[in-house]
């Protein structure tokens, strides 16, 4: 199930899968709602026309990748609170652990998903963060 709430997948693959309860997010990343691989629409950065960065700021990134999630969620029947489990793939675990950890804190002063955070060489496009979720769906399938 895939959703203009998202931004469009780097492959062939949906922003959502439904098994029972359960709703799957594939990986999602901060780049615009909308807005393809081939696109330069992510939030808080800004690229030179050889891929070099000319503007990064990580928090940026970090905000929209939450309103993306939030916004695949509510369009596949879920919501944020229904979060159960979210793996963080981060492509600079020194430079930008803390700032994630305290809008994560921001996003979820009580009751938390389970998460796992894992520092990775890089993403398909040149994004900073990913996040891969598993939320509740109430209601029958």
Not at 25 to 34: E, F, Q, T, W
Not at 44 to 73: H, M, P, S, W
Not at 98 to 117: D, G, K, L, S
Request: some cysteine; hydrophobic content about 40%.
């Amino acid at each position: 199930m895939s959703t203009p709430q998202g931004p469009k997948p780097v492959g062939l693959y949906p922003h959502a899968r439904r098994v029972g309860q359960l709703l799957f997010l594939s990986g999602v990343g901060p780049r615009v709602a909308g807005s393809d691989a081939t696109d330069s629409q992510v939030p808080g950065l800004t690229l030179d026309k050889n891929g070099n960065y000319l503007a990064f700021d990580f928090e940026a990134q970090c905000r929209n990748v939450f309103l993306n999630v939030r916004n695949i969620l509510e369009s596949n029947g879920s919501r944020w609170e229904q979060l159960v489990d979210v793996t963080v793939f981060l492509t600079d675990m020194k430079r930008d652990f803390h700032t994630y950890n305290r809008i994560w804190a921001e996003h979820f002063p009580e009751n938390a998903p389970c998460r796992t955070t894992v520092e990775i060489k890089s993403l398909p496009t040149p994004i900073a963060i990913e996040l891969k979720c598993v939320a509740v769906v109430e209601g029958a399938a």
